[in-house]
């Protein structure tokens, strides 16, 4: 029996638990087993933690071990085999530890497992039973490693070592259980097994090991978490409004805006001032004038947002402007006619500088358009308190905008219903 002031695994789990990952010893006190043996913890912890978050459990590519396999007829009744690698020992990964099966084995001949039972009513038909792998680490004495008791020098045991262990378990008719403090599960097979069948066939039999654990496959899983985690991504709605003028403020929606607490925009290549509180889901970007090119009005440039993790550039475009343009009317602006309470699309140019406002001739108040003006197109529903049923009236239409208002020179056909 070891002796130590507190059990290793108890002080680990509450280092854990509080976030430690490490420690410093101070100067003239005394050296304590637990923090010695904390220290040592915590950095196997940390490393098995990593293996298992970014690498996961499974086999190393071309690397075999651990398949459960049918027995001969005859030995296969309420038993299966644990198969090693072909040709010699099997390894798996399982919660950053990698355990190895030297020499087949039989699930029975493990010592401390319960023993499987016959499928019966009232459980489906089949049953699924879940066959995992069993992780975990033991303590090696002097009683089991004589040189541990340091015979030709102090002639004490000075500490232990730890050696990882498995045993293949099964969790019949049941998912995989959580496992324990010190324990890592793994599930290995699936057996689907037929009520009142005592054997086990291989056709009952699905292998589900993870294969190809490789650093390519690293490399690919740690990109996949970057790009979650770590890399600014945009909203569906990237940036609000899709157009103003320089100086004004904008809203970029989106995600991990913030990572690494150093946030860029760039406005096409040109740098914005952020304003405001930027949060990982939402910044607020000064349009920069010189986005804007000399002697031009407007320009349509993407939105850049990097920060620590990388960058993501949108793909719609950004209106920036100088002032805001005057809205056109194209040729033709509307179709000619149409019956009261239709909904009809103007076209013309600057149509999307709000707010946008649309006007019949002779009616009262303003229509509103129906959904968001584009910068060619607003569509607007024909007001129905300007005709009488069965009559016509000729109107022009009048569209305003932030950059002025233009009034049709062609007349729209209302048709009274």
């Not at 699905?206 to 945009?234: N, W």
């Amino acid at each position: 029996m070891s002796d130590f002031s507190r059990a290793p695994l108890e002080v680990l789990q509450a280092s854990l638990q509080k976030g430690y990952v490490g420690l410093h010893v101070e100067q003239g006190v005394p050296i304590l087993d637990r923090d010695l043996n904390l220290q040592h913890d915590l950095l196997a912890a940390t490393a098995r933690s990593l293996f298992a978050r970014y690498v996961g459990d499974g086999l190393a590519a071309a690397a075999d071990g651990f398949a459960v396999t049918a027995l001969p007829s005859g030995q296969n009744s309420e038993d299966f085999r644990i198969a090693a690698a072909d040709g010699g020992p099997g390894s798996f990964l399982v919660g950053g530890i990698e355990v190895t099966i030297p020499t087949a084995v039989n699930y029975s001949g493990q010592a401390g497992v319960a023993a499987l039972t016959t499928p019966g009513a009232p459980q489906p038909d089949p049953r699924v039973d879940t066959v995992y792998l069993d992780v975990f680490l033991v303590d090696v004495d002097g009683a089991a490693d004589p040189e541990l008791t340091n015979a030709l020098d102090v002639g004490m045991q000075t500490s232990i070592r730890l050696r990882p262990a498995w045993v293949v378990r099964v969790a019949e008719g049941a998912p995989l259980p959580d496992p324990p403090a010190g324990h890592n599960f793994c599930v290995l097979a699936e057996l689907g097994r037929p009520r009142g069948v005592d054997t086990i066939e291989q056709s009952m039999i699905k292998d589900m090991r993870q294969p190809g654990l490789t650093m390519s496959d690293l490399v690919r899983r740690v990109a996949v978490i970057e790009r979650v985690l770590l890399v600014p991504a945009f909203g569906p709605i990237p940036f609000s409004p899709p157009r103003a003028l320089v100086n004004q403020t904008i809203t970029i929606n989106g995600a991990n805006f913030t990572v690494g607490g150093s946030t860029t925009v760039l406005f096409g290549d040109r740098p914005a001032t952020l304003v405001g509180t930027s949060s990982a889901t939402q910044l607020q970007a000064r349009v920069p004038p010189e986005v804007v090119p000399p002697a031009t009005a407007f320009v349509d440039v993407p939105i850049t947002v990097r920060n620590a993790g990388g960058s993501v550039t949108s793909d719609d475009t950004f209106r920036a402007a100088r002032v805001v343009p005057a809205p056109q009317f194209a040729t033709p602006a509307f179709p000619p006619n149409g019956p009261e309470g239709q909904p009809i699309a103007l076209k013309g140019t600057n149509f999307g500088w709000p707010p946008v406002k649309v006007r019949f001739e002779g009616a009262t108040t303003d229509s509103s358009p129906v959904g968001t003006p584009t910068d060619t197109q607003i569509d607007v529903v024909v007001p129905g308190d300007l005709t009488q049923p069965a009559e016509t009236k000729d109107v022009h239409i009048t569209v305003t905008t932030a950059g002025g208002s233009i009034t049709s020179t062609a007349v729209f056909r209302i048709i009274g219903v």
